[in-house]
């Protein structure tokens, strides 16, 4: 059935409260709670950021840089050890670091810094040899591990055909240890034991060396005594790694590590 257009028309009229939405008022309604939501998400981020900074704070102990001698005994985690900020020693005497502080964290300052010296070229010439066991060891028993160190180095330096710690024929000695970390095994008020793991440099570089520099992993240990105000070794040990596996890199040719043993200078060590 048709209806014809002259028909009556009805118009229904609705409530005031229940007259149809513009659509303009519904998107200004979504604008307002999205508005909404991003200032709830934003005050979210603004307090997650400042209880991390509180606790971040909080764990760093004030940033002072001051040391924690418990946290260096014996046994402790690898993150006991870490470097804590506090200033190296600045004395030096026949060109190695002494006047350590009396704490655990200074005695394995001073057995790194020792470690270095007493495995370096400079071990290879009797002067600087004795130089250096009279400045690192404690007086008690100079004498005693400078007749021991004479013979183990002269023993070694005819094998590398060195004289007087100096190389011939144009080569380059190379004899460097780079200590990777230490690690206290005992501690006393005026006794302390540090082990030292260590990456080390030997042999002669330059063309026609039948000795060409090699890298090794020994660990040394030195037992220390606090002695006229500052620690010193009473006895001395090394034996051989722990030790990684070696990458895969080229070796590089003789004289480029030649140029790299004389160009590039050590280093003193530090907790």
């Not at 209806?3 to 009556?8: A, K, L």
């Not at 183990?152 to 710690?165: D, I, M, R």
């Not at 596996?245 to 160009?263: E, F, L, M, Y």
Request: proline share 6%; net charge neutral; with cysteine.
């Amino acid at each position: 059935m048709s209806f014809s257009d002259d028909q009556p028309h009805t118009r229904t009229r609705l409530p005031a409260g229940e007259q149809p939405t513009a659509p303009q008022a519904s998107g200004l309604r979504r604008l307002k709670t999205l508005a909404a939501v991003f200032v709830i998400v934003f005050l979210m981020v603004v307090a997650v950021a400042v209880i991390n900074r509180t606790n971040g704070s909080a764990n760093s102990g004030g940033g002072n840089g001051t040391s924690n001698d418990a946290g260096s005994a014996p046994g402790a985690s690898a993150s006991a050890t870490a470097p804590t900020g506090t200033q190296p020693v600045t004395t030096t005497q026949n060109g190695i670091g002494v006047q350590y502080p009396h704490t655990s964290e200074g005695a394995q300052s001073a057995a790194a810094n020792y470690s270095v010296a007493l495995g370096s070229s400079e071990m290879y010439a009797t002067a600087s040899r004795h130089a250096i066991v009279a400045t690192v060891t404690d007086p008690s028993v100079t004498s005693t591990l400078q007749g021991q160190f004479d013979s183990s180095y002269a023993a070694q330096a005819a094998k590398l055909g060195l004289t007087n710690g100096q190389a011939s024929g144009g080569l380059v000695f190379v004899c460097r240890p780079n200590p990777v970390g230490t690690k206290l095994d005992s501690y006393s008020q005026d006794k302390a034991t540090v082990e030292i793991w260590t990456n080390g440099l030997i042999g002669l570089a330059g063309q026609g060396s039948t000795s060409p520099v090699t890298e090794f992993w020994f660990t040394m240990t030195l037992q220390l005594h606090w002695a006229n105000g500052d620690w010193k070794v009473l006895a001395y040990s090394q034996v051989d790694g722990p030790t990684p596996v070696s990458g895969n890199q080229p070796a590089s040719d003789s004289t480029t590590i030649a140029n790299a043993a004389t160009q590039f200078g050590g280093f003193r060590y530090a907790r």
